[in-house]
């Protein structure tokens, strides 16, 4: 079981749990809500589990873990229009829709693992791009995402699996 847990006081910042071990992590810049809505910019309170990853293969090495990771190409990218059938979606690039492109200058895409949070069970504009990936320096929020220190997310991906359950709570 991983714990995601906002830190008391804090809005968007928070610790990841696993066993004995505490990271830091940064949270949506809203806060968390149980009622997620595309753009709210907050982390949704929810049980979820972790489908596969992307690295940026001219950065980083494939992460030692058993979740399947995908290199990062230039063209991809991932649907957040919510009224488009690609929508909650990895696509490729150029587009038609609204969409973020995966290749991203700053580090924060190096490492990437998407969450099951409304993927499998996907509901129009009830959120997108959730992704657990690299934090910005100083732990600054996120649009809804959880990001931690590249190196302790890469120990993560050592114990994390298809079968790991996530609780993210307050």
Known sequence: MITIKKKPLS????????GSTVFACALGQTGQTAFKQEGDGATPLTHTRPLYGFYRPDRESKPRSTLPFIPISKSMGWCDAIDHPSYNRRVRLPFGASC???WRDDS???????LDINITQRQKGRGSALFMHVAREGYKPTEGCIALAKQ??????QV???NSRIQIIR
Do not use: F, K, P
Not at 108 to 114: A, E, F, K, P, S
Not at 152 to 157: G, P
């Open 100 to 102: 973020e492109a995966m």
């Open 108 to 114: 924060l895409y190096d490492l990437v693992v998407v």
């Open 152 to 157: 302790n997310l890469r120990l993560l991906l």
């Open 11 to 18: 809005i968007s910042q928070g610790h990841c749990i696993t």
């Open 160 to 162: 994390m699996t298809t």
